[in-house]
DNA sequence: TAAATGACTAACA
DNA sequence: GTGTTAGCCATTT
């Protein structure tokens, strides 16, 4: 087939605008793929007109060890991704989805939310407060 | 054809 | 907060 699966990732990471970034599993959901592992290989096979750098694990951390992920970092800074002390991005900040009509109308699926909702407290009594 | 490999993730401990 | 386990699947050996 012409249209590969790594054709697919790449169409969507192109996407990506400059300053965002998205993560493996939410690129894994839109072409319905359960493992996110997937996409992470594409982008180590990614050619340079694939921004990859905007491409990062679900905790907001660049997964890739050695000079490469530093290379990636300082792509995404002189970008504008601001990374806190403990070399994080605020994915509820810089976190990008693409529209869903935009999605369905190519073809790939909505995928849940980027950044999970607050989890309802454990204890009955504990509540969450408004500020 | 079978086994190993990974730029992952969610769930536990 | 950190470390470990299991599941996952396209690609490469």
């Known amino acids: ?13 192109r996407a990506i605008p400059r300053g965002r970034v998205t ?3 939410q690129l894994g959901a839109m072409v319905s ?5 997937v996409i992470g290989d594409v ?4 050619r340079a007109d694939v921004p990859w750098q905007r491409v990062i694990n679900a905790r907001g951390m660049i997964s890739i060890q050695g000079a490469t992920g530093a290379r990636q970092r300082r792509l995404l800074e002189e970008e504008g991704v601001e990374f806190d002390a403990s070399g994080r991005v605020d994915l509820a900040r810089f976190g990008w989805t693409p529209d869903a009509e935009w999605l369905t109308a190519q073809g790939y699926k ?3 939310p980027l950044v ?9 009594g504990e509540q969450l407060s408004f500020f």
């Open 33 to 37: 793929l359960t493992d996110a592992r």
């Open 1 to 13: 087939m012409d249209l590969t699966l790594a054709e697919r990732i790449y169409f969507l990471v």
């Open 110 to 112: 909505i995928p849940p």
């Open 43 to 46: 982008m180590n096979a990614s």
């Open 116 to 124: 999970k909702e607050a989890e309802p407290r454990k204890k009955e």
């Open 23 to 25: 993560t493996y599993g």
